[in-house]
């Protein structure tokens, strides 16, 4: 799971262009094969996913079209067209190029599993709405924003008819909801090496690990800090800048 590929950008979770080829180099020599794509997903398969809808997935796009790779590029969709994301031709030049494009929800909560039913309803079918009148094709796969699951988002998932979620927990294991896959991720970040990634994609115990056990400590601090949690996390950020 990558989030936004540019450069000077001190956010944990965006990786610099010149690491993310060096990150593409090591995973294509560890792994040797394509990334799959999530419709035919098998047991032993690795996919490259990009969260949130940022500009720099025109870039991200291009990097893995030109080694003929297929990523999954999950967009925010209110947030089409704003400053430093996407607008609609740069979510259609993405899907142009063969990658699957699916939704991020509407506005992105911060807390997705603190939402009300009908917010979670709203949030997942009309990003799929838009989504699918825009680009001439339904959209059945969606990522949990902010990586806070709960059953009811899964459920809220289900009902809107989408048949794949990609969460943010680090597992390796497929599970499902009401027929709905469930699909974990290992999270690439700032601070990542092209061996990380390589090694995740490798499907190497350890890494997968040793990331769970990071998740959960942040997910008890998430529930401690409630909604304070994003601007902790962001004041956090802000003095390392």
């Known amino acids: 799971m990558y989030h936004d590929v540019v450069e000077g950008n001190p956010d944990i979770y965006n990786v610099e262009p010149a690491r993310f080829g060096e990150h593409l180099d090591a995973i294509e020599r560890a792994v040797g094969r394509p990334p ?4 035919d997903l098998s047991d032993g398969d690795w996919l490259i ?3 949130d809808g940022g500009a720099s997935a025109l870039h991200a796009g291009e990097q893995l079209a030109r080694r ?3 990523g999954h590029f999950f967009i925010a969709t209110d947030m089409i067209g704003r400053l430093g994301y996407l607008d609609w ?5 993405v899907a142009g190029m063969g990658h699957v494009v699916g939704s991020h929800s509407r506005t992105h909560p911060d807390r997705m599993a603190a939402c009300s039913w009908e917010q979670l309803m709203d949030e997942w079918s009309s990003s799929a709405a838009v989504l699918t009148r825009e680009l001439g094709q339904p959209v059945r796969t969606a990522s949990v924003p902010g990586g806070l699951y709960s059953r009811d988002v899964g459920r809220a ?7 794949s979620l990609f969460t943010s927990l680090p597992s390796q294991r497929l599970r499902s909801i009401e027929g709905c896959r469930l699909i974990g991720r290992y999270a690439l970040r700032r601070d990542s090496s092209a061996g990380d990634a390589a090694a995740a994609a490798a499907g190497a115990a350890l890494p997968w690990a040793r ?4 998740w959960g400590l942040r997910g008890t601090v998430k529930a401690v800090a409630g909604k304070r949690y ?5 004041a956090v950020l802000a003095r390392r800048s």
């Open 36 to 39: 799959a794509v999530v419709d």
């Open 49 to 51: 996913t990009f969260d």
């Open 68 to 70: 003929s790779w297929r």
């Open 89 to 93: 031709d740069g979510v259609r030049a």
């Open 157 to 163: 998932a289900v009902a809107a008819g989408y048949t």
């Open 211 to 214: 990331q769970r056990a990071a």
């Open 230 to 234: 994003e601007s902790l996390r962001r």
